[in-house]
């Protein structure tokens, strides 16, 4: 594995996500943090391209911490900020399509046709670590967007059941007990 990539995409993605022009701020690289370490598990366990799937949960939001303009699109526009910065890095041009296509498939509120192991393992891995985050998730209900404690409690469930149903079947089964036991502490 290219050690020397994913320690440089690390960096890349800290030093975007302290920059004052995210909008998400620190608690996006938590996610992000998150994302790639649920990947990892998650290639280990489909038995996918580890590498790939690795490289692309680091840049998965890559153009959401860049610009908050990009958000909406963030998938298509990550993909293309991954093609540059993946090019800079002297990395294999079919790896880094194989990586585009896992950030232009990850999105679980989008209908996206996820074609390999790989774009599987990092969308659920996204969707997945929300429950790594629950803290960030409180913190944007009940600091960032002013709500009461149970609004706030009721957000962060409903983001948490949005997140599970957009697990994949198989690894639905695996996070099942990790569902309910983050149901059970939100009450």
């Known amino acids: 594995m290219r050690e020397d990539i994913l320690g440089k995409l690390q960096k890349e993605i800290h030093h975007r996500c302290l920059a004052p022009t995210n909008k998400f701020g620190m608690g996006c690289y938590y996610h992000i943090a998150a994302v790639v370490k649920n990947a ?12 790939v799937v690795m490289i692309a949960a680091w840049l998965h939001d890559i153009a959401s911490v860049t610009d908050y303009s990009l958000y909406e699109l963030h998938h ?5 900020i991954a093609y540059s910065l993946l090019k800079q890095y002297g990395y294999d041009d079919e ?6 296509k896992c950030i232009r498939n990850h999105r679980g509120s989008v209908n996206l046709q996820r074609n390999s192991i790989e774009e599987l393992c990092v969308a659920d891995a996204d969707a997945i670590s929300h429950f ?3 803290p960030s998730l409180l913190y944007l209900a009940y600091c ?8 706030g409690r009721e957000f ?16 639905k089964e695996y996070y099942q007990s990790k569902f309910e036991n983050a149901m059970e502490i939100l009450g």
């Open 144 to 151: 960032e967007k002013g709500m009461g404690i149970e609004e």
């Open 95 to 100: 790896k880094i399509h194989l990586v585009q």
């Open 132 to 134: 790594d985050s629950i």
């Open 156 to 171: 962060v469930k409903e983001k948490l059941i949005r997140s599970f149903r957009k697990l994949s079947p198989e690894s």
């Open 76 to 80: 298509i526009h990550g993909a293309e």
């Open 40 to 51: 990892e598990h998650l290639a280990g366990k489909y038995g996918a391209d580890k590498e």
